[in-house]
Protein backbone atom coordinates (compact mmCIF):
# COMPACT_ATOMS: atom_id res chain seq x y z
CA UNK A 1 0.00 0.00 0.00
CA UNK A 2 1.46 3.82 -0.96
CA UNK A 3 -1.19 5.69 0.40
CA UNK A 4 -3.09 5.41 3.63
CA UNK A 5 -6.18 8.16 4.98
CA UNK A 6 -5.26 10.50 7.29
CA UNK A 7 -7.03 8.21 10.11
CA UNK A 8 -5.07 5.35 9.65
CA UNK A 9 -1.70 7.66 9.83
CA UNK A 10 -3.26 9.27 12.48
CA UNK A 11 -3.49 5.42 14.51
CA UNK A 12 0.11 4.63 13.22
CA UNK A 13 1.82 8.07 14.37
CA UNK A 14 -0.09 8.19 17.72
CA UNK A 15 -1.28 11.37 17.38
CA UNK A 16 -4.61 13.01 16.40
CA UNK A 17 -5.95 13.70 12.76
CA UNK A 18 -6.00 17.33 13.22
CA UNK A 19 -2.15 16.66 14.32
CA UNK A 20 -1.96 14.89 10.82
CA UNK A 21 -3.66 17.45 8.91
CA UNK A 22 -1.16 20.04 10.60
CA UNK A 23 1.64 17.98 9.72
CA UNK A 24 0.48 18.03 5.92
CA UNK A 25 -0.10 21.63 5.71
CA UNK A 26 3.21 22.07 7.06
CA UNK A 27 4.57 19.85 4.20
CA UNK A 28 6.06 17.03 6.72
CA UNK A 29 3.52 14.61 5.46
CA UNK A 30 3.72 14.13 1.21
CA UNK A 31 0.08 14.27 0.60
CA UNK A 32 -2.57 14.49 -2.51
CA UNK A 33 -6.13 14.95 -2.14
CA UNK A 34 -8.60 12.51 -3.64
CA UNK A 35 -11.33 12.97 -6.58
CA UNK A 36 -13.46 13.29 -3.31
CA UNK A 37 -11.59 16.04 -2.13
CA UNK A 38 -10.29 13.94 0.77
CA UNK A 39 -6.53 13.54 1.85
CA UNK A 40 -4.35 10.72 1.39
CA UNK A 41 -0.71 10.46 2.62
CA UNK A 42 2.45 8.95 1.58
CA UNK A 43 2.19 5.26 3.58
CA UNK A 44 6.00 5.65 3.05
CA UNK A 45 6.61 8.72 4.86
CA UNK A 46 4.59 7.93 7.71
CA UNK A 47 6.09 4.96 8.61
CA UNK A 48 9.26 6.91 8.20
CA UNK A 49 8.27 9.43 10.64
CA UNK A 50 6.78 6.82 12.69
CA UNK A 51 10.15 5.22 13.30
CA UNK A 52 11.74 8.56 13.95
CA UNK A 53 8.99 10.17 16.22
CA UNK A 54 9.70 9.58 19.96
CA UNK A 55 6.65 8.95 22.09
CA UNK A 56 7.12 12.48 24.28
CA UNK A 57 8.73 15.56 23.58
CA UNK A 58 7.70 18.42 21.15
CA UNK A 59 10.15 19.51 18.60
CA UNK A 60 12.60 22.67 19.17
CA UNK A 61 11.91 26.20 18.02
CA UNK A 62 13.79 26.31 14.72
CA UNK A 63 16.47 28.30 16.26
CA UNK A 64 17.55 25.76 18.54
CA UNK A 65 17.03 22.68 15.90
CA UNK A 66 19.72 24.91 13.91
CA UNK A 67 22.01 25.37 16.29
CA UNK A 68 21.79 21.46 17.37
CA UNK A 69 23.01 20.63 14.27
CA UNK A 70 25.62 23.11 14.39
CA UNK A 71 26.73 22.14 17.30
CA UNK A 72 27.12 18.69 16.26
CA UNK A 73 28.89 19.40 13.34
CA UNK A 74 31.30 20.63 15.64
CA UNK A 75 30.93 24.41 14.55
CA UNK A 76 29.91 27.49 16.48
CA UNK A 77 26.38 29.26 17.24
CA UNK A 78 26.28 33.05 17.33
CA UNK A 79 22.73 33.13 17.56
CA UNK A 80 22.34 32.02 20.62
CA UNK A 81 23.84 33.24 23.70
CA UNK A 82 26.35 31.44 25.71
CA UNK A 83 24.25 30.13 28.44
CA UNK A 84 21.66 28.65 25.95
CA UNK A 85 24.45 27.20 23.89
CA UNK A 86 25.76 25.24 27.01
CA UNK A 87 22.57 23.76 28.05
CA UNK A 88 22.18 22.94 24.56
CA UNK A 89 25.48 20.69 24.68
CA UNK A 90 24.38 19.19 27.80
CA UNK A 91 21.52 18.38 26.05
CA UNK A 92 23.05 17.13 23.12
CA UNK A 93 25.20 14.40 25.29
CA UNK A 94 21.90 12.91 26.10
CA UNK A 95 20.15 11.92 23.60
CA UNK A 96 20.56 9.28 20.46
CA UNK A 97 20.18 9.92 17.03
CA UNK A 98 16.45 9.34 16.62
CA UNK A 99 15.53 11.95 19.36
CA UNK A 100 17.88 14.10 17.38
CA UNK A 101 16.11 13.67 14.47
CA UNK A 102 13.14 14.27 15.99
CA UNK A 103 13.77 17.83 18.12
CA UNK A 104 14.78 19.36 15.01
CA UNK A 105 12.49 18.49 12.03
CA UNK A 106 10.99 22.15 12.64
CA UNK A 107 14.26 23.16 10.61
CA UNK A 108 12.44 23.60 7.46
CA UNK A 109 9.54 23.09 4.99
CA UNK A 110 10.13 20.69 2.68
CA UNK A 111 8.51 21.03 -0.89
CA UNK A 112 8.85 17.84 -3.22
CA UNK A 113 8.66 17.93 -7.18
CA UNK A 114 9.08 16.25 -10.20
CA UNK A 115 11.79 18.43 -12.86
CA UNK A 116 12.75 17.50 -16.00
CA UNK A 117 16.00 15.51 -15.86
CA UNK A 118 17.45 18.22 -18.14
CA UNK A 119 17.49 21.00 -14.98
CA UNK A 120 18.63 19.01 -12.52
CA UNK A 121 22.83 20.32 -12.27
CA UNK A 122 20.73 24.11 -12.89
CA UNK A 123 18.44 23.59 -9.93
CA UNK A 124 21.23 21.86 -7.56
CA UNK A 125 23.78 24.76 -8.31
CA UNK A 126 21.12 27.33 -6.91
CA UNK A 127 20.73 25.49 -3.84
CA UNK A 128 22.60 24.62 -0.72
CA UNK A 129 22.86 20.50 -1.32
CA UNK A 130 22.19 17.88 1.82
CA UNK A 131 21.21 14.63 2.11
CA UNK A 132 21.88 11.80 -0.66
CA UNK A 133 22.89 14.48 -3.30
CA UNK A 134 25.53 16.08 -0.53
CA UNK A 135 26.85 12.92 1.48
CA UNK A 136 30.28 12.19 1.42
CA UNK A 137 30.55 8.31 0.05
CA UNK A 138 33.58 7.62 2.70
CA UNK A 139 31.81 8.45 5.75
CA UNK A 140 28.29 7.79 5.12
CA UNK A 141 29.24 4.08 2.94
CA UNK A 142 26.91 5.01 0.02
CA UNK A 143 27.65 7.17 -3.02
CA UNK A 144 26.10 10.61 -3.94
CA UNK A 145 22.62 10.30 -6.08
CA UNK A 146 23.32 12.65 -8.67
CA UNK A 147 19.82 11.91 -10.30
CA UNK A 148 18.52 13.99 -7.91
CA UNK A 149 18.18 17.56 -6.10
CA UNK A 150 18.32 18.40 -3.04
CA UNK A 151 19.07 20.85 -1.02
CA UNK A 152 17.92 24.50 1.69
CA UNK A 153 16.90 27.88 0.19
CA UNK A 154 14.63 30.30 0.94
CA UNK A 155 11.12 30.51 0.42
CA UNK A 156 11.72 33.08 -2.29
CA UNK A 157 13.86 30.85 -4.06
CA UNK A 158 11.55 27.97 -3.78
CA UNK A 159 9.15 30.09 -5.15
CA UNK A 160 11.41 31.22 -7.87
CA UNK A 161 12.36 27.73 -8.66
CA UNK A 162 9.64 26.09 -8.93
CA UNK A 163 8.37 28.76 -11.39
CA UNK A 164 11.39 28.90 -13.64
CA UNK A 165 11.98 25.08 -13.99
CA UNK A 166 8.21 24.46 -14.63
CA UNK A 167 8.57 22.13 -11.37
CA UNK A 168 5.44 19.93 -10.93
CA UNK A 169 4.25 19.05 -6.79
CA UNK A 170 5.10 15.33 -6.35
CA UNK A 171 5.68 13.24 -3.21
CA UNK A 172 8.19 11.36 -4.71
CA UNK A 173 9.76 13.52 -6.71
CA UNK A 174 13.15 14.08 -8.03
CA UNK A 175 13.95 17.50 -6.53
CA UNK A 176 13.49 18.54 -3.00
CA UNK A 177 13.67 21.78 -1.51
CA UNK A 178 13.88 22.77 1.74
CA UNK A 179 12.57 26.17 2.68
CA UNK A 180 14.97 26.93 6.05
CA UNK A 181 13.54 28.49 8.75
CA UNK A 182 16.86 29.81 10.28
CA UNK A 183 18.98 32.67 11.27
CA UNK A 184 20.37 34.38 8.23
CA UNK A 185 23.64 32.95 8.87
CA UNK A 186 22.79 29.17 8.15
CA UNK A 187 22.40 29.67 4.74
CA UNK A 188 25.13 32.55 4.02
CA UNK A 189 27.71 31.68 1.59
CA UNK A 190 27.55 27.60 1.74
CA UNK A 191 27.08 25.21 -1.30
CA UNK A 192 26.67 22.10 1.02
CA UNK A 193 25.35 21.87 4.38
CA UNK A 194 27.37 20.77 7.44
CA UNK A 195 27.46 16.95 8.22
CA UNK A 196 24.86 16.95 11.04
CA UNK A 197 22.27 18.57 8.55
CA UNK A 198 23.02 15.98 5.94
CA UNK A 199 22.72 12.88 8.18
CA UNK A 200 19.45 14.03 9.55
CA UNK A 201 18.13 14.66 6.36
CA UNK A 202 19.24 11.46 5.00
CA UNK A 203 17.55 9.71 8.44
CA UNK A 204 14.18 11.14 7.47
CA UNK A 205 14.63 9.44 3.97
CA UNK A 206 11.71 7.30 2.65
CA UNK A 207 14.49 4.82 1.67
CA UNK A 208 15.29 2.15 4.67
CA UNK A 209 19.07 2.37 3.40
CA UNK A 210 19.63 6.05 3.02
CA UNK A 211 18.05 6.40 6.75
CA UNK A 212 19.84 3.67 8.33
CA UNK A 213 23.38 5.99 7.19
CA UNK A 214 22.11 9.22 8.48
CA UNK A 215 21.38 7.77 11.85
CA UNK A 216 24.39 5.79 12.23
CA UNK A 217 26.60 9.41 11.18
CA UNK A 218 24.27 11.53 13.33
CA UNK A 219 24.99 8.39 16.54
CA UNK A 220 28.68 8.92 16.10
CA UNK A 221 28.67 12.50 16.16
CA UNK A 222 26.52 12.50 19.07
CA UNK A 223 29.18 10.30 20.77
Do not use: K
Not at 35 to 42: E, I, K, L, S, T
Not at 74 to 85: I, S
Not at 94 to 104: N, R
Amino acid sequence: MTQMTTAVAAERLGVSQRQVQRLIDARELPATRTAGDAWVVDALAVNAMARTRPARGRPWSPPTAWAALWRASGLEVDWLDRRTTRRLDDRLASIDAEELVHATRRRAVIRRYRASESFLADLDGLVIRTGARAMEPSRFGMERDLGRVDGYCTSEVATRLARDFHLAEDPRGNATLRVAAAPSAILEGRDVMPVAVIAADLAESLEVRERSAGLRVLGDLLR
